[in-house]
């Protein structure tokens, strides 16, 4: 071979090289992903580690956005449901008003409370790992992963231990239709409230008492002005990945394996962060304030409110007709095969 076919040769092998490396940064895209929460959240946390598996398996990047910074939570799912953001983390009790189904997870008394059960719970059923992907597909959205982030925990302006304790106090709920029953049903009067609102309402005692994870009522320092935390063992905050649909269906095969394996891979992670997350947050809260207590029901007194639970699995039926009876009586069924 001359040294003149030789140069051509590896001028050729070059741009082949050149080509193939421009095409791969062509191919390259940033998604956008937005979530409900703040820096070191739960949903932050599941965040950055989907980011994190995307980044490290693909050519792609991911721009996280926390709380606030593209607005409250219907306005990023407006947003996602748009095609503005690629992802989109929204919680069951803001999803329910688009979804009435997905007010499920606001039946209280319905999810067990010790986290082996919760986590099982999500990993294996059927209700929410066949049938909810399809009243999300309705509504243009790829559900990716539904996953818990901690007990729900009743912050009062004073020690109760009896729906007769709450009675006309307000409550705030998210804008849920299901949620305003159940705190109905509880004796409270619920008030639907954005999140950016929740402080200043209790402070200002428009509201006397909210519901949240341990952890958010840390992070949002919630205990500074409703400081008595009640558990009522009523419920765990559920929460959803998921994708812009149109979206999701242009994309390669390939890179629809990596966004589902990217959601599987932060939700494990995510399961080892909130494992003992809870405690430690009601430690850092008792560490800040001496104003707070901490009231645990007992059996008898957790009993007075569970009995007023099948008021709201009724108005569940009401809502949301056969489709929601089919999805709770197999709620019921994977719930049943988990806590055995």
């Known amino acids: 071979m001359s040294i003149f076919n030789h140069f051509k040769q590896l001028t050729a092998v070059s741009c082949v090289a050149a080509a193939l490396s421009f095409s791969s940064i062509a191919n390259a895209d940033t998604w956008r992903y937005a979530h409900e929460e703040y820096k070191g959240d739960v949903q932050d946390v599941y965040a950055l580690k989907f980011k994190k598996y995307i980044e490290d398996n693909s050519e792609h990047t991911l721009q996280v956005y926390r709380f606030g910074e593209l607005g409250e939570s219907d306005d990023i799912m407006e947003q996602a449901q748009a095609g503005i953001l690629q992802f989109v983390n929204q919680s069951p009790g803001f999803t329910g008003a688009l979804i009435p189904e997905a007010q499920i997870f606001f039946i209280p008394y319905l999810m067990p409370t010790d986290m082996e059960s919760v986590v099982e719970f999500f990993r294996q059923s059927k209700a929410v790992n066949e049938n909810f992907p399809k009243l999300y597909e309705a509504q243009g959205l790829e ?198």
């Open 143 to 340: 559900l990716l992963k539904m996953y818990p982030e901690g007990e729900m925990v009743m912050t009062v302006d004073e020690p109760i231990t009896s729906p007769e304790d709450l009675k006309g106090k307000k409550i705030r709920v998210m804008t849920n239709p299901l949620l305003s029953s159940t705190y109905e049903a509880f004796g409270a009067t619920p008030t639907p409230l954005p999140w950016g609102e929740v402080y200043g309402a209790l402070q200002t005692n428009m509201i006397q008492g909210q519901e949240n994870p341990i952890f958010w009522i840390e992070s949002g320092g919630l205990y500074e002005v409703s400081p008595n935390l009640v558990f009522t063992n009523h419920g765990w905050f559920t929460t959803a990945s998921m994708a812009n649909k149109d979206f999701f269906d242009k994309l390669s095969a390939e890179d629809k394996k990596v966004v589902h394996d990217a959601a599987d891979y932060a939700f494990d992670e995510t399961i080892k962060h909130i494992n003992g997350l809870a405690d430690k947050s009601l430690q850092k809260i008792q560490a800040a304030s001496k104003d707070v207590t901490v009231t645990r029901l007992t059996d008898a007194q957790i009993a007075k409110f569970k009995e007023r639970a099948p008021q709201v699995e009724a108005t569940f039926y009401e809502m949301t007709g056969d489709s929601g009876k089919q999805l709770l009586d197999q709620f019921k069924q994977d719930l049943e095969a988990v806590t055995k």
